[in-house]
């Protein structure tokens, strides 16, 4: 399948892309997981993907890695724990994941490809990305052609989502704070006055796994039992469901309540570099752990409108395409003074 424009958002905790399909976007996720197979379960591995397990088997140098939503019950994954490094977008496993998200949506050749990458990272960063992954790529499932790459800030493609939602929620003269809350850290941005405003944006470590680890450690302390999986923790709030925690359903929105000191932390810093909250017309939430900071933000700026992005863990990905298309058409992502 040809398209024109393509988003991908490899966070650490998931990989979201996001393609146009008629006049609609549509967009996937799956765990920023990919476990490298050994050569001696690598037949055993390709029986269950043609059995209907939901992975795809990706070559990266000669060695191969499994991506897709269903990739935790493989064995090769049961000891694998996500890479925290800023690192991360040189490592294999993001190649995979990357690989994985292309052949997952069914394209074959892309006009523009958006990557997503921090504005703290180097220009060398932002290089490697865009030369590593422009022309034929190839993981082992056939060939993909790229046209280009483009890397931006993360924000930026949450950003072109509310800018382009057609709701009336955006107003290019006023002030927006942008909230992402990621897996791992929290970044924001403010824009402003047609233009975004570096000095009154950044990011800070804290994010949806921290609260995650916060509440595994309650139960862990209440029921004197570890919890083995955070990601489970993480998808029952997400699910609004109890935790089943060795036969018993835990009820997780007291324990968010109680691990409301380490959204505030991270949160603090948000609020001390932000001017007067009677510039801002609304603070806008996105990221997969937007809800777990929703309280906090409220409580603290009871005055100022909350915008919760749609399907905020996709919000990246879906302005990354919107992003691509508005380069393919020449024109601008968002209004802005230049």
């Known amino acids: 399948m040809k398209v024109s424009a393509f988003g991908v958002d490899i966070g650490y905790g998931h990989t979201k892309v996001a393609l146009r399909t008629g006049s609609e976007i549509s967009t996937a996720s799956f765990p920023s997981l990919a476990p490298l197979v050994p050569h001696l379960e ?22 191969h890695y499994a991506v ?43 006009e523009c490809m958006v990557l997503g990458l921090p504005a703290r990272f180097s220009w060398e960063y932002f290089r490697y990305l865009r030369d590593a992954f422009t022309g034929a790529l190839d993981f082992g499932q056939g060939v993909i052609h790229v046209g280009s ?26 002030g927006h704070l942008l909230i992402d809350v990621g897996y791992s850290e929290t970044s ?19 994010g949806a796994w921290q609260v995650y680890r916060t509440i595994g450690s309650l139960i862990a302390n209440r029921e004197r039992c570890p919890v083995d999986n955070m990601e489970r923790i993480g998808r029952c709030l997400s699910d609004k469901k109890p935790l089943l925690h060795y036969g018993k359903d835990i009820d997780l929105a007291p324990l968010v309540e109680s691990s409301q000191a380490v959204v505030n932390a991270a949160f603090k810093i948000i609020r001390d570099r932000t001017p007067s909250p009677s510039r801002l017309k609304s603070i806008v939430l996105t990221g997969g752990g937007a809800s777990l900071y929703e309280t906090a933000i409220r409580a603290a700026f009871p005055r100022v409108r909350i915008d919760i992005l749609d399907a905020p863990s996709r919000a990246n990905a879906k302005g990354f395409l919107v992003l691509g298309e508005a380069q393919l058409a020449g024109r601008k992502l968002v209004p802005t003074s230049a």
């Open 42 to 63: 690598l037949s055993r591995t390709r029986e269950r993907v043609a059995d209907g397990l939901n992975v795809v088997l990706i070559e990266v140098q000669g060695s």
């Open 68 to 110: 897709g939503p269903e990739v935790e019950s493989l064995r090769a994954c049961s000891s694998l724990t996500r890479t925290l490094l800023d690192s991360f977008c040189l490592t294999p496993m993001y190649t995979a994941l990357l690989g994985g998200a292309l052949y997952r949506a069914g394209v074959t050749e892309i």
């Open 149 to 174: 790459v483009d890397v931006v800030p993360p924000l930026l493609g949450s950003l072109g989502t509310f800018a382009n939602s057609g709701d009336g929620r955006f107003d290019p003269e006023r």
């Open 188 to 206: 924001w941005l403010l824009y402003c006055d047609h233009k975004m405003v570096p000095q009154c944006s950044g990011h800070v470590r804290g």
